[in-house]
């Protein structure tokens, strides 16, 4: 993305952190709370009405683990497009970016499928707070992943410009990269605190 | 190198080939060097230019918030009175809060941190000036949503207008529930489009403050000039640090909340809908989680204004430096942990009310330090009795009151006779009047003469404090036995033989006479910067790195990055031994490395405007708003893309070498 950090310093960093790396990672902090507290939200009201709704015959695991193991596949291919950029290797960074776009839209397309098989069974934002807590979590989630693929394929672009190179852009990447590891990781904790734990 | 920092003769600046505004990645001219006065305030990323506006705009919102109270006291001078409805009282008093905390305090302390923290850590700007710029906006453009609901009821009473849509029948356009807004009073069947301007502005100012704190975190950890440990920080550069941190901890909870609420009133969620299991008390939680760490927000830049106010006029270092800085961090740090102090009397639990109760008298521990500390600093010092130091006394004794309530609200049996009553006002105004107003007029006496150049003169700063002081006391104390008689908070009036009646009279008098002490300080303002004389560079022999810099600073801060050989260095360098001077790195040859200024973080704020206006005037049926919305979306899309292409830019300056 921008480049800020140039504008401004001189050469001199106390922390020895690129600064937009810091700000990445505060920014990934803040993140934490945010999806902290839907994940509480969603808990919260499952312990306060247990019976209320048994999402168990709607949920498919079968399908939320494949997209689960699509989402994690693409982290993979994020890492290694990061290694590509910083070796300068911008064919290969191409390539693996490539692939991360096109596993994120797997993974927005299983969720949009799953929504509307829910819906159609009958589960919405309004029914109970089951509906609510669980669309408005998964649904974050999902815009999360949607900022993070429409990103990726802004810099897929940016990339047939010549402008980038491993001196300049490697750290642009790599925080792409932190935001898309984060944004993996909260879905292994949804997929562990809201679909799994529904079939114990 | 002059031997002293001080007293450079002011001379034109010399720069190379570039002062031409150049192009940007995307073909535009930059608005660098603008003839225009507005193109160049509008597209600056100079922190002290953002300062200033963040300062201007805050005093007006404590203005109109202070209008808002004295319309509150008019209402209650008297028993049974008339002025106001009961629906424009709620609205009053709901609109006083939001305003004094998000758009007069939070914005006054954003408008320290912008203009004082870089120059403190001897820094070029912040860490990122456009990010700096976008959140200036963004709260202009949250300010403007939350206000525009009193353009709309105005439209509503002289008959121009009626909701219908979603909200229709409902004529309270400005929001009235209170500033922390408890559901389900918040719901779609209780409250109209109020509800959602506060929604949607309070959502906009977040996304304003979360940018402004990274960035501050980010400037401060990684900005400093070689030489500036942590240490050696002035400890409002601390505060800054801790209150950053505390935003971008605390204000994901709201927004969640928020953005539930959202949900419930827009897309039939069951949040917080009693009816379909939705539980109110969630929102007292997730609220305060955010509402208690937010009175740190409010007040540790206070706390950080007094400890560079009270060293400086006692000629003393701060007492305690190590302990004041860790003091400020355990008080943000336990600010996590008593959110439920605020709801003592919503049924916890014996466990929970008491774990809350002893964490919140554990907070009172760093605060005492911090007083002690304080006073310690005056201790023996040679203190001098000009206008900031005054008030910074005054802050002390005045925040101490506020504390004393607060230990007493601590007690969770004592707070639920407290509870809603008078008494709770008298607490949180003796905090926010009498310790951050106080402590902000101080700074703001304090480093006027930095920020402008000018000297206020002659002793209206004496009269301000003398009727801010008394106004305080005469509006606020009469209302702890108010509330001990049990006068409760939020009723639009009262009737007379409850023995309420000479205590509101006096109260509504005070009012008044803090009113007439802060218009006096606005005037003294505005007198110091028309007619001041020129202050100086250092006019109060002070301590910290701001004071070396010219009055006010060159917009390049420091002509060559100073390396830092001590606490307290500017001190050290003019009054310390000869192995503590300040000295400056050796000119490489490059110059200063100036920011080019930039539309696009005004662009892509400006796209909240509609986006929040859209969304609100949707529930009152104005057709066509889910369209503004959209767009309001694509141009703040717009706005970051071409904010991340046109590249960062920027020029070369070579100052003359005698303006470093």
């Not at chain 2, 720069?15 to 940007?24: F, G, M, Q, V, Y």
């Not at chain 2, 990055?561 to 050290?572: F, G, N």
């Not at chain 2, 904010?643 to 830019?649: D, N, Q």
Request: hydrophobic content about 50%; aromatic content about 14%; proline content about 5%.
């Amino acid at each position: 993305m921008s480049d800020d950090a140039h504008n401004n310093d001189d050469g001199h960093h106390s922390l020895m952190v690129n600064n937009k790396k810091l700000l990445m990672w505060l920014f990934l902090g803040s993140d934490c709370m945010f999806f902290g507290t839907m994940i509480s939200t969603h808990l919260i009201y499952r312990k306060l009405y247990p019976e209320s709704y048994d999402p168990t015959s709607l949920f498919s695991l079968e399908l939320t683990s494949f997209s689960t193991f699509i989402l994690l596949m693409s982290s993979f291919l994020m890492a290694l497009a990061v290694s590509a950029m910083h070796k300068g290797d911008i064919k290969s960074f191409r390539r693996n970016t490539i692939g991360v776009i096109f596993f994120g839209l797997i993974f927005l397309g299983c969720q949009v499928y799953e929504f509307t098989e829910f819906v159609h069974a009958g589960l919405t934002l309004s029914s109970g707070t089951f509906g609510s807590t669980f669309y408005m979590l998964t649904g974050t989630h999902g815009v999360h992943v949607a900022i993070g693929v429409f990103w990726l394929i802004c810099m897929y672009f940016y990339s047939f410009t010549g402008k980038m190179d491993a001196h300049q852009s490697a750290v642009d990447v790599e925080i792409a990269g932190l935001y898309w590891h984060f944004v993996d990781i909260v879905w292994i904790i949804i997929f562990t605190a809201i679909y799994l734990i529904e079939f114990i | 190198m002059s031997s002293t920092l001080t007293d450079t003769p002011t001379s034109s600046t010399t720069h190379d080939h570039a002062l031409k505004p150049e192009t940007s990645n995307l073909g535009f001219m930059r608005p660098d060097h603008s003839k225009s006065v507005l193109i160049d305030w509008l597209t600056t990323v100079d922190h002290k230019k953002i300062g200033i506006m963040y300062g201007a705009i805050a005093l007006f919102f404590l203005l109109i918030g202070g209008i808002e109270a004295l319309i509150i006291r008019a209402q209650l001078a008297v028993p049974e009175n008339d002025l106001v409805s009961a629906q424009r009282y709620n609205q009053l008093f709901t609109m006083h809060g939001t305003t004094m905390i998000f758009l007069a305090i939070m914005p006054l302390n954003a408008a320290f941190f912008n203009f004082l923290v870089p120059l403190q850590i001897g820094a070029r700007d912040v860490a990122f000036p456009r990010l700096n710029s976008f959140s200036l906006w963004t709260f202009v453009a949250g300010a403007l949503v939350l206000n525009f609901s009193w353009l709309m009821q105005a439209f509503s009473e002289l008959g121009w207008f009626t909701a219908s849509g979603p909200t229709a029948g409902m004529d309270d356009f400005v929001p009235g529930m209170g500033w922390f807004g408890y559901a389900p009073l918040t719901e779609r069947q209780f409250t109209g489009a109020g509800t959602d301007f506060w929604i949607l502005g309070l959502q906009i100012l977040g996304i304003a403050s979360l940018g402004a704190a990274m960035n501050f975190v980010a400037t401060i950890l990684n900005m400093r000039a070689p030489g500036m440990k942590m240490m050696r920080l002035p400890v409002f550069t601390w505060m800054t640090l801790v209150v950053s941190l505390l935003i971008i901890f605390a204000f994901p909870a709201i927004t969640i909340a928020l953005g539930q609420l959202m949900f419930d009133r827009m897309f039939d969620t069951n949040f917080f809908q009693v009816a379909e299991g939705g539980q109110p008390i969630l929102w007292q939680h997730l609220f305060w989680i955010f509402g208690h760490p937010e009175v740190y927000i409010l007040v540790l830049p206070a706390m950080g204004i007094v400890s560079e106010v009270l060293p400086t006029f006692s000629k003393k270092p701060l007492f305690g430096y190590p302990i004041v800085v860790f003091s400020g961090a355990v008080i943000g740090f336990l600010g996590f942990a008593v959110w439920s102090h605020h709801m003592f009397t919503t049924g916890l639990g014996k466990v929970a009310t008491a774990a809350f109760s002893l964490l919140t008298m554990a907070i009172a521990v760093p605060t005492g330090v911090k007083i002690f500390n304080w006073i310690g600093t005056l201790w023996g010092g040679r203190v001098r009795f000009d206008a900031p130091m005054i008030f910074s006394i005054g802050f002390i004794w005045m925040f101490m009151m506020g504390g004393f309530s607060g230990i007493m609200h601590s007690a969770a049996p004592a707070d639920a006779q407290q509870q809603d009553s008078y008494f709770v006002i008298a607490h949180f105004h003796y905090v926010a009047i009498g310790g951050i107003l106080l402590a902000s007029i101080s700074g703001i006496y304090f480093w006027l003469p930095k920020i402008v150049g000018k000297m206020w003169t002659g002793n209206l700063s004496t009269w301000v404090a003398i009727f801010t002081t008394v106004g305080l006391n005469v509006t606020f104390f009469p209302m702890h036995f108010l509330g001990l008689i049990g006068m409760p908070r939020r009723t639009h009036t009262y009737l007379s033989g409850f023995g309420w009646d000479g205590y509101n009279m006096v109260c509504s008098i005070g009012a008044f006479i803090l009113a007439f002490g802060v218009l006096l300080f606005v005037i003294d303002i505005i007198l110091c910067m028309t007619k001041g004389k020129p202050a100086g560079n250092d006019p109060w022999d002070a301590r910290t790195l701001e004071w070396a810099t010219t009055s006010p600073p060159q917009h390049y801060n420091f002509g060559r990055t100073p390396i830092i050989p001590a606490r307290d260095a500017l001190w050290e360098h003019k009054h310390g031994p000869e192995n503590r001077n300040i000295n400056f790195e050796a000119d490489d040859g490059h110059g200063i490395h100036m920011p080019s200024q930039s539309w696009m973080p005004v662009l892509a704020s400006f796209g909240f405007a509609p986006l929040g206006l859209g969304l609100c005037l949707m529930q009152v049926g104005i057709p066509y708003m889910g369209y503004v919305a959209i767009a309001g979306l694509f141009t703040i899309a717009l706005g970051i893309i071409l904010w991340a292409v046109e590249g960062p830019g920027g020029y070369h300056l070579h100052p003359e070498e005698d303006k470093i």
